[in-house]
T-cell receptor, first 111, second 117 residues
Framework: GENVEQHPSTLSVQEGDSAVIKCTYSDSASNYFPWYKQELGKRPQLIIDIRSNVGEKKDQRIAVTLNKTAKHFSLHITETQPEDSAVYFCAATSNDYKLSFGAGTTVTVRA | DTAVSQTPKYLVTQMGNDKSIKCEQNLGHDTMYWYKQDSKKFLKIMFSYNNKELIINETVPNRFSPKSPDKAHLNLHINSLELGDSAVYFC????????????????FGAGTRLSVL
């Protein structure tokens, strides 16, 4: 089955700086890679996703890049703000049903 | 209107008891899921139903039994609760469908925090 590894497990950044979270996956058949954000005590919510036919996708201050050859994908948050503090999960799937999640990255934005 | 709603939000119970968590989605989705999130925040898929049919059944003790009376509902019944069952349980739903152009965003419920004493 798919195995997704996510690094770092915790990330502390100064407000206004960038944050980068990296994930690797094992199943070369995986073709859908969503990122979820979970604020403290809340539900996970999709913030951005990318499919394997695209190398990069951007939505305002967040972007995701995918390297299929190396089987890794990354989330980039620019100009971080306090409301970006949350746990971020990457995930991968080859069949659109069973999402395999990474272990999560706790991001803390220091004011 | 809440898209994916689960009840109860909190559940505190004694070891050995049997409890149920209910989930309903009003998005018209075909697929529903149950996830367990432990104290380390790891999200693990437990079950998935597509149009009332079980399609994912991970290695979960058979004390856990999902039931889908229709495609808008997926309930989780847990028998003989153990201390290790304490976690937050999330229900989710997605449109379903195979790979390709179909977007398959999973929408999560607010979670049920289960505490077994």
């Amino acid at each position: 089955g798919e195995n997704v590894e996510q690094h770092p497990s915790t990330l502390s950044v100064q407000e206004g700086d960038s944050a980068v979270i990296k994930c690797t996956y094992s199943d070369s058949a995986s073709n859908y890679f969503p990122w979820y954000k979970q604020e403290l005590g809340k539900r996970p919510q999709l913030i951005i996703d990318i499919r394997s036919n695209v190398g990069e996708k951007k939505d305002q201050r967040i972007a995701v890049t995918l390297n299929k050859t190396a089987k890794h994908f990354s989330l980039h948050i620019t100009e971080t703000q306090p409301e970006d503090s949350a746990v971020y999960f990457c995930a991968a799937t080859s069949n659109d049903y069973k999402l395999s999640f990474g272990a999560g990255t706790t991001v803390t934005v220091r004011a | 209107d809440t898209a994916v709603s689960q009840t109860p939000k909190y559940l505190v119970t004694q070891m050995g008891n049997d409890k149920s968590i209910k989930c309903e989605q009003n998005l018209g989705h075909d697929t529903m899921y149950w996830y367990k999130q432990d104290s380390k925040k790891f999200l693990k898929i437990m079950f998935s139903y597509n149009n009332k049919e079980l399609i994912i059944n991970e290695t979960v003790p058979n004390r856990f039994s999902p039931k889908s009376p229709d495609k808008a509902h997926l309930n989780l019944h847990i028998n003989s609760l153990e201390l290790g069952d304490s976690a937050v349980y999330f229900c989710a739903s997605s449109q379903g469908g195979w790979t390709g152009l179909a977007k398959n965003i999973q929408y999560f419920g607010a979670g049920t925090r289960l505490s077994v004493l």
